[in-house]
């Protein structure tokens, strides 16, 4: 019975140590809940994150506080964002480091509100008040294509209306909303930057290097996690979307489930190298060079972003 005692006090101990050594991680994705950001939802409901000794704590960004805002002020420690942004971010003098890369392809689409194509010149493009649209700006200058940019709220009453004659759009999101609108979309009216090139990579998760500095190993131990939750997801995708959706339900996003699943399934498409055929979760040089070529020439960037900024040491 002593024995027994013991072995619960040790085991008690030991637990309480494990618990209290969990190093601290608030994650905010760059925005609302949404199969997007599927892999970390699932990293953390299956505990993929404590098995790494991790204490992860995933939030929002808010209407009023931006994902980049919350961790510039270090209220979050890492946050998703596209390539061109962190780009645009290290060139503004935020040192941010890369930990982890999800995309391997572009998702930006432009749609035009008829069957022409959107190429043409002159025409009015709806886009967003974020910062997601730096390669439609490059390819649209490149192309002496002379846009007239509309901020838009909605992507899709304006381009139903005719208010615009074509708007941007992510292949696995806004598109399939244009799609449940009605707008009819086709080989045609639909201009895909990954077909082109322009096929630079998009989200992956971001530091600060002063933090990175402090909590190597715990970040490499987060990327990890992270990514074995995506490939948990690719392998299981109802289990995956019944997490999803209640990470929708208690923040609050308008959505549905169908919806969502065409948004799973799309970004795991995405996540595939087209050479390899693999999710090789890595920022590939070539690609931030080629983004680096865009943002220099259309004077997104005012001074080179070198692949080995944006990678930790």
């Not at 619960?8 to 190093?23: D, E, K, P, V, Y």
């Not at 997601?132 to 901020?151: G, V």
């Not at 709220?153 to 806004?174: K, P, Q, R």
Request: one cysteine or more; proline letters at 3%.
């Amino acid at each position: 019975m002593i024995n027994l005692h013991r072995y619960i006090l040790l085991a008690s101990l030991a637990i309480t140590t494990l618990t209290a050594q969990a190093q601290k991680i608030t994650f905010t994705p760059q925005w609302t809940a949404q199969a997007q950001f599927a892999g970390y939802y699932v990293a953390l409901e299956q505990g993929f994150y404590k098995e790494a000794g991790l204490d992860v704590e995933i939030t929002h960004p808010t209407t009023s506080l931006s994902a980049i805002e919350l961790l510039r002020s270090g209220k979050s420690n890492i946050t998703t964002m596209q390539l061109c942004q962190a780009m645009q971010s290290k060139d503004d003098g935020l040192d941010l480091v890369n930990i982890l890369q999800t995309s391997m392809n572009n998702a930006l689409v432009i749609v035009s509100g008829n069957e022409e194509t959107p190429l043409r010149k002159g025409i009015r493009v709806g886009t967003w008040s974020v910062p997601f649209d730096q390669i439609a700006i490059a390819m649209s200058l490149k192309e002496q294509l002379e846009y007239e940019w509309i901020p838009i709220a909605s992507t899709s009453t304006l381009l139903v209306t005719g208010a615009i004659d074509a708007t941007l759009a992510m292949s696995y999101n806004e598109y399939y909303l244009l799609k449940q609108s009605g707008v009819h979309l086709t080989e045609d009216n639909v201009y895909r930057f990954s077909d082109h090139e322009y096929n630079v990579q998009e989200d992956g998760a971001y530091t600060l290097r002063s933090y990175y500095q402090n909590h190597r190993d715990e970040l490499k131990r987060f990327a990890a996690a992270s990514r074995k939750g995506w490939e948990w997801a690719a392998g299981h995708p109802e289990e995956t979307l019944d997490i999803v959706m209640d990470y929708v339900t208690r923040n609050h996003t308008v959505t549905n489930r169908p919806l969502q699943r065409l948004m799973l399934k799309e970004v795991l498409r995405l996540q595939t190298d087209r050479e390899s055929g693999q999710r090789e979760f890595r920022l590939r040089p070539d690609m931030v060079k080629l983004a680096n070529e865009l943002l220099l020439e259309s004077q997104l960037l005012l001074n080179e972003v070198k692949y080995e900024d944006l990678i930790a040491e």
